[in-house]
């Protein structure tokens, strides 16, 4: 593994429900790599999207990590509860509206006025699915007007993106290969590929490990900073996610995974981290293991 050292990574979960077992490999991975490269991790509250997220389940996901035993480097969980922070998104607007003006001057950011209907159009016209750049109803040479319950988007430009990913090596991916990239949804969300690329530059985050179902996202994300001014380019590290018994994808909706649920019903933290070493394939054993020591075999 070839990184910079002493990096500056950051834990961010979305408060859109329980703290879970996908959040606790995340976390595995985050503190295990900044541990052995000598970094130090921040915690960010990734609740752009004003629809789902919901004080409540932050103010839970604070205690859980509190349970855990799991401290970030900054901020700690007590400044988060004690008001704004420039670490919870929904306190950060003005910084996400300064950013897209400044994205304004180098590239088209447009409304579009193209709904799923359009997207199903074209696919049903042309035998495939959509893809950039643009979008389907070609807004941004329609100079729709920017109006609310309007995505907005911004253009990339084409071509492709790469990386030498720290966890799955070298890798590369289209930019626009699903349209333009929304920096806004209908619902005046900013989105998540836009608020982390802005978090991550003004945080200093240089290194991003998060699961491998954001790998087809990274491409976008590259280039977004690039066009915001960023001089540098992040590492990435893009992790194993941990699956339900049938292969599939574990969600927040999986109660039965919830942290505080499994704490609740007896279970330690240590058996916790011994069952995601295990279900990341990390070590076999499932035994009980301390934070510190499941980190440790990171890398
Ligand atoms: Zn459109």
Known sequence: MTASSSPTTRFAPAPTGRLHLGHLANAIYVWGLAR???????????????????????????????????????????????????????????????????LGRVTDVYACDCSRATFAAWREANSRPWTGPG???????????????????????????????LLLGARSGQVSSDGDLPVRDRSGNWTYAFCVVVDDMRHGVDLVVRGADLTAATPAQIRLARLLGRADRPEFAHHPLIRRPDGSKLSKADGATAVSALLDAGRSREQLFGEVLQRLGLDPSGNPASFEEAVAGIG
């Open 36 to 102: 052995r490269l000598g970094g130090r991790v921040l915690l960010r509250i990734e609740d752009h999207d004003r629809q789902r997220c919901r004080p409540e389940y932050e103010a839970a996901l604070l205690d859980d990590l509190d349970r855990l035993g799991i401290a970030a480097d900054e901020p700690a969980t007590d400044a988060l509860r004690s008001g704004p922070s420039a670490y919870r998104q929904s306190d950060c607007g003005p910084i996400y509206e300064a950013a897209l003006e400044r």
């Open 135 to 165: 979008c389907p109803g070609g807004c941004r040479a329609r100079g729709v007007e920017r109006r609310p319950g309007l995505t907005v988007r911004a253009a990339l430009g084409d071509g492709d993106e790469g990386w030498d990913d």
